[in-house]
């Protein structure tokens, strides 16, 4: 009987090790929001060919929703007119569906990172208004409908409204006018009329912007377009904006009937260079100013850039019924573009994994706030 206990005790314990290790196993990210809204990631195109493997693994552990950082732009989609390249979108796309993601489709019409032939005609001058109107609706018809079903949303339009609340001065707004924005959601629409649509942009908390945003959304309401979300991108530092800034946004917009996604998250803990005299005698110590922690942070920033994340993420989950999803803009700080914004060769820590690909230390206290009360 004594060897019977014993045996049925070592038993009880592998089992119940077995399930500690399961229980661990299951303390992810993605588990953690999975009744609150998506978690997801950027994915640059080593992860999207799965060469970047390690980082990959942590997407398929961690994350329930992707976003391609670059490949669905349309410099790399449609690079002369007509001639369309599928190649990395069709991956990406197939990556998220066999990881049961939700896909999110990024940017349909955005003034950076565009082919040059998209404003200008045969003659090397600006199109007509008819011609760029037909060019927009051939990219975003083509486009949406490949992955028509597949593809959830879409960031339709990025970055059209400066802080102040003016638009930008783009050529899609010099050649149309505040139109382009209305004609490229209804060329979405039609394209998928079940995809959800949105805004996206930066530095979306400022009051000009928010006006003129809440503006646009209403204006597409009152015309029967779809419109579903407001990207707020987030790229934010340790300083700006102020947690209060940023929950107004959102109540403003989702006062608006739409819901908020968190789209391009990442906070910087390095000083920003914004009003910073760089003039080129200055640039030594001006670089070394702007790059102070190229060998790691200090344990007191590391403090407050933790503490940075657990406010966002507390207000996030303050307003999870408003909230779509929160997207970080990468996955470990080796892939983040702030390394090297905006000046060449800065260290930066931005995300929620460290280079070795690990978790940071702050990954389980987000996931901790989900359990809170």
């Known amino acids: 009987m004594n060897k019977i206990a014993a045996l049925l005790g070592i038993l009880t314990l592998t089992v119940s090790c077995k399930t500690a290790n399961t229980a661990a196993s299951n303390d992810s990210l993605k588990n953690a929001f999975k009744n609150k809204f998506y978690i997801g990631t950027a994915m640059s195109l080593p992860q999207i060919d799965e060469k970047d493997v390690k980082s990959v693994e942590i997407i398929k552990n961690q994350f329930s929703s992707i976003v391609a950082e670059n490949c669905m732009k349309s410099m790399f989609l449609q690079p002369e007119e007509g001639k369309f390249f599928f190649d990395d979108a069709d991956k990406f796309v197939a990556f998220g569906e066999k990881n049961k993601m939700f896909i999110i489709g990024h940017t349909l019409i955005w003034h950076s990172q565009l082919p040059k032939w998209f404003f200008v005609g045969k003659d090397g001058k600006d199109v007509s208004a ?216 800065r260290t930066d820590y931005p995300l929620l994994f460290d280079r070795n690909n690990q978790a940071k230390p702050v990954v389980e206290k987000i996931i901790q706030l989900t359990k809170e009360k």
């Open 130 to 345: 008819e011609v760029l109107k037909q060019r927009m609706k051939n990219h975003i018809t083509t486009v949406v409908t490949r992955y028509k079903g597949r593809v959830k949303g879409w960031d339709v339009v990025n970055e059209a409204i400066m802080e102040d609340g003016t638009y930008r001065k783009s050529k899609f707004y010099e050649i149309l006018g505040e139109e382009f924005i209305p004609l490229a959601f209804q060329y979405a629409q039609e394209a998928d009329p079940n995809a959800e649509l949105y805004y996206n942009d930066y530095n979306e908390w400022h009051p000009g912007k928010v006006k003129t945003v809440s503006k646009i959304v209403q204006k597409l309401k009152s015309r029967g377009i779809r419109i579903d979300g407001v990207g707020m991108q987030t790229h934010v530092g340790l300083d700006t904006p102020t947690l209060d800034e940023y929950e107004k946004a959102i109540l403003d917009y989702t006062a608006n009937g739409v819901k908020v996604n968190v789209t391009e998250m990442e906070i910087s803990a390095l000083p920003s260079p914004w009003g910073t005299s760089a003039n080129v005698s200055d640039k030594v110590e001006y670089e070394a100013k702007m790059n102070p922690y190229t060998a790691g942070l200090p344990e007191n920033v590391k403090t407050e850039w933790e503490n940075r994340y657990l406010d966002f993420f507390r207000l996030f989950l303050k307003h999870q019924d408003k909230i779509r999803r929160v997207t970080l803009w990468g996955t470990t700080d080796t892939q983040s573009w702030k390394n090297d914004f905006p000046v060449k060769g």
